[in-house]
Every structure is written in structure tokens, then in C-alpha cells.
């Protein structure tokens, strides 16, 4: 069993910034890789970003691509989402997953322990 707990959402003005965090516990972390998501109210859960289990490779939604970065600590069991240049339109509960695989999911079946969330909300 996996547990996973984020932290670090809150409100925020447009052009802020929030950085994101997700202590895992449970399993050898730095074996899985890591993912974002977030699902704003009336709408499906989509991705945002996503980490292979080294932390090498990084991949993006197109909508956050030059304004969030994702990065782990394999040594803290921690996976992070630094959010920059927030637009009102970012505003959603945001989730960190974690997949059985060593590279990179995008899709949300790929994942199969979530968090509870943590809501962002960004004011115009």
C-alpha cells in the first residue's frame, strides 16, 4: 500500500507562484515514476506533468509547458510541482499519483495510488 499526501496549495493572485509537494510512503519510491494532475469543478481530471522514476526525463501538458516544473527527491520520497506565472484558469484540485512503471505516464490509467489533493486557486 502506497500513501501519498500533498501540500502546499492555497490562493494565490495571477502571475503568483505555489510550489507543491507529495511525501510518499509505502514503497521504494525512487523505483516509480510520479505524476500531476488536477481537475478544476465540472471537469475531468486531466494531466499536467509527469517524472520517470531517476528524474530524468519530464513531460508536460501543453497548457503549463514553460510555466510549471516537476522534480523529485529520491532521498525525501518527495515529488514537487513548482507553479509559475498561475492564471486564473490553473485553479483545480491537484493530485500526485504514482504508477507501477520506472518511465514517464501521461494517461490517468497508468496510475494506480492518488493522493487526496490539494486545492489551487488563483484570483484574476
Known amino acids: 500500500q502506497v500513501q501519498l499526501v500533498e501540500s502546499g496549495g492555497g490562493l494565490v493572485q495571477a502571475g503568483g507562484s505555489l510550489r507543491l509537494s507529495c511525501a510518499a510512503s509505502g514503497r521504494t519510491f525512487s523505483r516509480y515514476s510520479m505524476g500531476w494532475f488536477r481537475q478544476a469543478p465540472g471537469k475531468e481530471r486531466e494531466f499536467v506533468a509527469t517524472?520517470?522514476?531517476?528524474?530524468?526525463?519530464?513531460y508536460y501538458a501543453d497548457s503549463v509547458k514553460g510555466r510549471f516544473t516537476i522534480s523529485r527527491d529520491n532521498a525525501k520520497d518527495t515529488v514537487y510541482l513548482q507553479m509559475n506565472s498561475l492564471k486564473p484558469e490553473d485553479t483545480a484540485v491537484y493530485y500526485c499519483?504514482?504508477?507501477?512503471?520506472?518511465?514517464?505516464?501521461?494517461?490517468?490509467?497508468?496510475?494506480?495510488?492518488w493522493g487526496q489533493g490539494t486545492q489551487v486557486t488563483v484570483s484574476a
Open positions: 499519483a504514482s504508477t507501477p512503471n520506472q518511465l514517464p505516464r501521461t494517461r490517468i490509467s497508468a496510475y494506480n495510488y
Open positions: 517524472i520517470s522514476a531517476s528524474g530524468n526525463t519530464t
